[in-house]
Structure formats: structure tokens, C-alpha cells
């Protein structure tokens, strides 16, 4: 079998920090040798040779945390996630309104009061304005909180008289009228009236997400879809037909959402259970809400709204119920855990119900700690998956949310590294931008891009180059287990590997956000490659 000998450009092996290698054999997929050009040349005398022409070429990136069909979603859908003003969003809308059918739903994806100088939340008498002859949900950009119009809560039976699901918040006015603000678990009941999407459209959908994660450098991701479009098996088949039938090559290490685990058991799907590149992990739980709607839930009231600490999507009894169904499953627990007291809440349900031997559990988020925290869980088997790009989002105005004094232990990556906890690094994606070179710029600048004040948020919080590219790598591998096999350029790893034109290591912050993948190889297989010109 004729193998690939990859060479003529900078090549990291990751190992350790500035390591390089002059050529890199693979054959089926794997790395089956390092060392120098004419050696390896020598060796494989039959091999097909692969020129970088100066490019540079790092272990593959994965993106730790995101939805690849939610991703696919907001590039298929409305995206209002780059409006800075209200009447902008308004004006999209409008013109959203005028191409759809009448009676179809309308969906928005992204927005953001946060970047309003007004910070204005539309009302539901607003949104009929655009339209009452459509129903329309808006999804805010963390995905905690909607708008709908008038429309969608008659569809969906909200009336004044409805009271807030537990885990949610119905917001209504003075007069006890729903505005159309749903939060959390009150989303879910509009959400079940939604027409349910069809094989096809996930298809579609999870098919234009993954060509976009691999133009942008990235061989994989850890998504969590599965319990979100009506059937479990309906949206696992998209995954299998896409990636394994139609052989669109992309490492999905799919989390399990707690509502739909009976289902993967009953459909005769165990955790671990994998095909070549689709692998079934951790039971999914929310513990929490999101801080842009004060629903993340902290130890002490909102700096910003002292009446509110946040929302408990489950008590901490039922957390408990919850990781002990995943323990009788032999199964780890990934957890989203934005705030202090559900990150509190968690370690105390892990430490009395321990992972499975040799498993580790996933805290997903955790942005809002303390020294306490921290200390309890480096004694603990668990992986934090961060996201750097949300200091890039949520500062400045996070510091009104939370004031000064908890801002040390806040978002605080570099701190959690230097205390030995495993990080992985992911985008939350279609939250944030799914390029991983976003990420990283996030994580060593700690700055807004193109912020023309130039201000560092937390300074003290950069990571080296390094540490940041190891989030998207070795990283991710250790969070599912893989770090013998994946994250490093090594004998026996995967052929996975991320290409770029500039090297990460020698170039400034701000020349990152201006670095284009030159290709993203997949099991030995390009998957894509940058067109010149």
C-alpha cells in the first residue's frame, strides 16, 4: 500500500513546546514514521510525495464543545449575530419576513442586546409589528433565552395565567402580560410546537456545518446534538450517513443529552460505541443557565440585579438522580456549568458519585469560580472544557454582571492550567464563532478583535501560544480519552493534521486573525484545500 510522506514545511509535533520535524510518513490514515526528508524518502521509496510549500502543519484542531447541527443552523437560518443596533435587527427581520411563506416560522439566530447602545430586548408587540401572520422565535446568543411574537405564544398556549416551568422563566410585564422573553426551560414550551425537522434538512444542515468547520482548520469536534430534533436515531443516522455513508471524513464525538440516553440504550448503542470517525460519549446536563440573561447560577445575586442569582435548571437533588443514572449506565457526566453554585453543586454530586474507573467527567464552561473550586477540583477525574472567546464577548459588560471582586477566578483559564486541571478548548459554536484561531487568539491577547482601545481583560490570564494551540489539541484528546492516538503529530496518532500559511509561534497576536488554512487533512485525506487567487 503507497503511503504520504508530508514534508517541504514547518511541522510541530506538539510534544513539546517548538518541536519540529523536517517529514512525516502516513499510510491509511496513520502516522507510521517521522524524521528527515531524504531518510524517510529513502525508507518509502514509493510513497506520494506531499509538498506543504511553506506552510505549516500542526496535529489537527478540535473543537472541544459546540453543536455541529445548531452550527449548521445559523449559516442555513437568519444569522443576527452581527447586528449592533436594534433597528438593524428589526430591518433583517422585516426583510426575513417578505421571502417567507405566510404562517411559516420565522427564525432568528444570535442576537445580542449586549452589542446595543440602548441594550434593547425587543417586546412581543414589537415583534408583531414585523409580522402577526407568521410565528417567529428568536434565539439569543447563548441560547438560554428567546423572543417570540404573539403568534407563538398563542400557538404555544402562553397566557398570563401560564405560570414559569421549573428550570425557566416566562418574563411578563406589570399588567402579568407575557413579553415574549423566554428563559431557559420556558423556552422548551414553545419549542415543542416547532414542526419537527426532517431527515433531510438535518442532513443539510449538519452537512454545510461540517464543510465550514473543515475550511476553517478543524479535523473534529465534541457536539452535542442528539436530543434536540424530535429522535434520537433521526439525528445519530444524519451523523452516520453523512460522515461514514457519504464519506465527508470529520471526527463527531457526540455527547448523550440525559432526555434522550433510554433512547441510545433501547436503539442497542452503548457509550464508547464508535464507527471510524461518529463516537458515542458522556451523558450531556445543564446544571445552569447563561450569564447574558442572569441565568447562570451563582453563589452570591447578580452585581447588576440584586433581586437574582441565577436559575437551578435541576435542583440538586435531581443533579444527584441524574449522575446516578449515568454511573448505572457506566458512563461519565459532561455537565454545563456557567456559574459558582452550579459548579459547587456539581463537584459535590461527582464526589459522591465518582466517575467509572479510569473515566474522567466533563465541566463544561466553568467561568465563574473560586479558589475553594479550584482546589476541589484538581482532587477530582475531570476535564473543563473552556471556551476562550467568550472574554472576547463578554467583557467589558460581564464586569457589571459579576462586579470587581469575582472577576480573579472569573474566566480565569491561565489560572486553572497553572493549577494542573486538564483544559480543552471549543467555541460553543453556534454560540461563538466556530474558527478555532478565534479561540486562540482570545486566549493569548485576552482582547476584543480590532478593539481600537487595545484593553487587555485580565492580563495576568494570557496563555503562551503553546498552552493555547494544546486546548485544540491535546486537550480536546484528553477530554475523550484519545491523547494516545490524537493531539500530537507522533508514530501511531492520526493522520489528522491542521495547515495553515503562518507560523502561530513566530507571528504577532494580531497576525492571527488574518492566518488562512491552507488545508485540513482528515485520516490521511485532505478534506480541504485553500484555493489560490
Not at 488562512?516 to 489560490?532: A, F, H, I, L, Q
Request: aromatic share 8%; charged share 25%; glycine share 8%.
Amino acid at each position: 500500500m503507497m503511503g504520504e510522506i508530508w514534508y517541504g514545511g514547518t511541522i510541530y509535533t506538539l510534544k513539546e513546546e517548538g518541536e519540529t520535524v523536517e517529514a512525516v510518513y502516513t499510510i491509511d490514515g496513520i502516522i507510521q514514521d517521522i524524521g528527515s526528508k531524504e531518510e524517510l524518502i529513502r525508507k518509502y521509496d514509493s510513497s506520494k510525495e506531499m509538498n506543504l510549500h511553506g506552510a505549516v502543519m500542526y496535529p489537527g484542531f478540535t473543537d472541544s464543545h459546540m453543536h455541529l447541527i445548531g452550527h449548521g443552523e445559523k449559516l442555513l437560518r437568519l444569522d443576527l449575530s452581527t447586528y449592533t443596533a436594534a433597528h438593524e435587527m428589526k430591518d433583517a427581520l422585516i426583510k426575513k419576513v417578505a421571502e417567507t411563506a405566510q404562517g411559516e416560522w420565522i427564525f432568528g439566530e444570535g442576537w445580542n442586546e449586549n452589542n446595543f447602545i440602548d441594550r434593547k430586548i425587543f417586546h412581543r408587540l414589537e415583534l408583531d409589528e414585523i409580522t402577526s401572520a407568521h410565528p417567529m422565535i428568536l434565539s439569543r446568543v447563548c441560547r438560554h433565552a428567546v423572543l417570540v411574537n404573539s403568534k407563538a405564544l398563542e400557538l404555544a398556549g402562553i397566557t398570563k395565567d401560564t405560570e414559569s416551568p421549573p428550570g425557566g422563566v416566562i418574563v411578563k410585564d406589570e399588567k402579568g402580560e407575557p413579553t415574549g422573553y423566554l428563559l431557559d426551560q420556558a423556552q422548551e414550551i414553545v419549542k415543542a410546537i416547532i414542526p419537527k425537522a426532517t431527515e433531510e434538512y438535518l442532513y443539510s444542515a449538519l452537512k454545510k456545518s461540517i464543510q465550514d468547520c473543515l475550511q476553517l482548520g478543524l479535523v473534529g469536534s465534541h457536539s452535542e446534538d442528539l436530543s434536540y430534533y424530535g429522535s434520537y436515531s433521526k439525528t445519530f443516522d444524519a451523523f452516520i450517513k453523512l460522515i461514514e455513508r457519504d464519506q465527508l471524513k470529520y471526527r463527531a464525538h457526540l455527547l448523550v443529552h440525559h432526555e434522550v440516553i433510554d433512547d441510545m440504550h433501547n436503539e442497542g448503542h452503548r457509550y464508547k460505541d464508535s464507527t471510524d470517525f461518529v463516537t458515542l460519549g458522556a451523558m450531556k446536563i445543564f446544571a445552569d443557565g447563561a450569564l447574558g440573561g442572569r441565568t447562570a447560577l451563582l453563589s452570591r445575586p447578580y452585581n447588576d440585579a440584586p433581586e437574582i442569582s441565577g436559575v437551578e435548571i435541576h435542583s440538586k437533588k435531581e443533579l444527584e438522580e441524574l449522575v446516578k443514572k449515568a454511573r448505572k449506565y457506566e458512563m461519565p457526566v459532561a455537565v454545563h456549568t456557567i456559574g459558582d453554585r452550579a459548579f459547587e453543586y456539581m463537584l459535590d454530586c461527582i464526589e459522591r458519585y465518582p466517575a467509572p474507573e479510569g473515566e474522567k467527567d466533563r465541566l463544561i464552561h466553568a467561568q465563574i469560580l473560586t479558589y475553594d473550586l479550584i482546589q476541589r477540583a484538581k482532587k477530582l477525574p475531570i476535564i473543563l472544557d473552556i471556551q476562550p472567546r467568550f472574554v472576547a464577548t463578554d467583557f467589558p459588560w460581564i464586569i457589571e454582571r459579576l462586579g470587581e471582586e469575582r472577576l480573579e477566578y472569573s474566566y480565569a483559564w491561565k489560572t486553572l492550567l497553572d493549577e494542573g486541571l486538564i483544559c480543552a478548548g471549543g467555541s460553543d459554536a453556534p454560540i461563538e464563532p466556530v474558527n478555532p484561531l478565534l479561540g486562540i487568539h482570545a486566549a493569548v491577547t485576552r482582547q476584543i478583535p480590532n478593539d481600537t482601545e487595545k484593553t487587555i481583560y485580565q492580563p495576568e490570564q494570557r496563555l503562551s501560544m503553546y498552552e493555547a494551540i494544546q486546548l485544540f489539541t491535546t486537550g480536546s484528546a484528553q477530554a475523550i480519552g484519545t491523547e494516545n492516538k490524537q493531539g500530537l503529530l507522533e508514530r501511531g496518532y492520526y493522520a489528522d493534521f491542521t495547515i495553515l500559511n503562518k507560523d502561530l509561534f513566530s507571528i504577532s497576536p494580531d497576525e492571527i486573525l488574518e492566518t488562512k488554512v491552507e488545508m485540513t487533512v482528515v485520516d490521511g485525506t485532505v478534506m480541504y484545500r485553500r484555493r489560490n487567487g
